[in-house]
């Protein structure tokens, strides 16, 4: 049996006549840069995550980027992250020269720790004056503690841009009600790269806001920051969201909510299966229809990349997300942190893999793969 991390063909099979329709219709419209089917994803994901307003734009990366550069984010400024997450999220920071901090996670939900964050303002006080925004991740579809964090940010002044690329649907049980991924922050961002939850066919992504001010600064900063046409306010980009990608992805949000559920099941049946293993399975720090699972996250405590080895040779696949925390990489060798200073995110890095959690894995796939990590963890 052959077990691959995602099948993306499989999904494809269930809607592929809507989506080749959807795909035609827009290259039969003529209406190839932004237009109303671009207008429609944002009507819909902004009404499926809570949120008043939504941006689209080319990447989850740029969904960042310009998120930032709404926030006038300028060469100097410190902007507070986790350093265990996709490179866009330190990467962006960096891009506008500001200066990235990073506060450790939390060892189970592998997210931001609230501890970790309030530590660096007591520990930091000449310094808070500095920081002009907050990066929660909610990392593997899990929403960060958000409660905790909002109130620390809320008491510096500082707005929250919400790391959303791998949460699009996941709940938060905050103190005023559930929430949506998103929808806590000054301004949450989203990533439709093709592996995702909801994933395009190319890149693709989203930004989310509940200010108006806001959202009228991102539609015109990702198109040049032009208002009309040829008229320059700011200096934008180009970040401008396919229509192509529109449409598919107003195809798939209908059917977003049952994949997660199927998510949900099989990542039930990890937990059931490998229960007895000496394996720590992901912690379900909320509900369990809360957590997305756009990755399922077993850690390793011995030998995990010969467990890793075994599986492969075994045809089972998987992933390390992610093998080398940001402090640790070489182009951020400036900020002059060393091996030790976030030891969470460095146990992560070694010890983490995920496996196949796709909504059309079967139960017999599934079998498959706890078999072979209880003989990898024997051999």
Not at 183 to 202: D, T
Not at 226 to 243: C, E, S, T, V, W
Not at 278 to 292: F, M, Q
Not at 321 to 341: I, N, T, W
Request: glycine share 6%; aromatic share 10%.
């Amino acid at each position: 049996m052959k077990i691959p991390l995602l099948d993306i063909n499989a999904q494809l099979k269930t809607i592929e006549n809507d989506i080749k329709n959807a795909v035609i219709e827009v290259i039969d419209s003529t209406r190839y840069i932004m237009g109303p089917k671009v207008e429609a994803l944002e009507d819909e994901i902004a009404a499926y995550t809570g949120a008043k307003y939504g941006t689209g734009v080319s990447s989850g990366t740029d969904a960042l980027l310009v998120s930032l550069m709404a926030l006038d984010i300028k060469p100097g400024d410190l902007v507070i992250t986790t350093p265990f997450s996709f490179f866009a999220t330190a990467g962006v920071i960096a891009r506008l020269n500001a200066k990235p901090v990073f506060v450790d996670m939390d060892p189970d939900t592998y997210n931001m720790s609230p501890d970790a964050l309030k530590q660096w303002f007591e520990t930091h006080p000449d310094e808070t004056h500095r920081v002009k925004a907050i990066i929660p991740v909610h990392l593997y579809g899990q929403c960060a503690q958000m409660d905790p964090i909002y109130h620390l940010a809320n008491a510096y002044n500082i707005p929250i841009v919400e790391d959303a690329a791998q949460a699009i649907g996941a709940q938060y049980p905050s103190s005023s009600g559930p929430k949506k991924a998103g929808s806590m922050g000054a301004l949450g961002c989203f990533s439709f790269f093709p592996s995702k939850n909801l994933g395009g066919i190319g890149d693709g992504g989203m930004v989310v806001t509940n200010d108006p001010e806001l959202n009228e600064k991102l539609k015109m900063l990702r198109n040049h920051g032009a208002k009309p046409k040829y008229y320059h306010a700011m200096i934008g980009g180009n970040f401008r969201l396919d229509p192509i990608q529109a449409a598919v992805l107003s195809v798939k949000l209908p059917h977003l909510d049952q994949w997660h559920t199927m998510r949900q099941q099989n990542a039930a049946y990890y937990d059931e299966k490998l229960g007895d293993l000496d394996v720590k399975t992901p912690l379900v720090a909320y509900e369990r229809n809360h957590h997305i699972y756009n990755q399922y996250v077993i850690s390793v405590p011995e030998n995990r990349d010969e467990l890793r080895k075994f599986l492969a040779d075994n045809n089972v696949s998987t992933e390390i997300y992610y093998p080398v925390s940001f402090h640790m990489q070489a182009c951020f060798k400036d900020l002059g942190h060393r091996e030790g200073d976030f030891p969470n995110s460095e146990y992560a890095a070694n010890h983490t893999l995920a496996l196949p959690v796709y909504p059309e894995l079967t139960r017999e796939m599934q079998d498959y793969v706890v078999d072979k990590i209880r003989e990898g963890i024997k051999v």
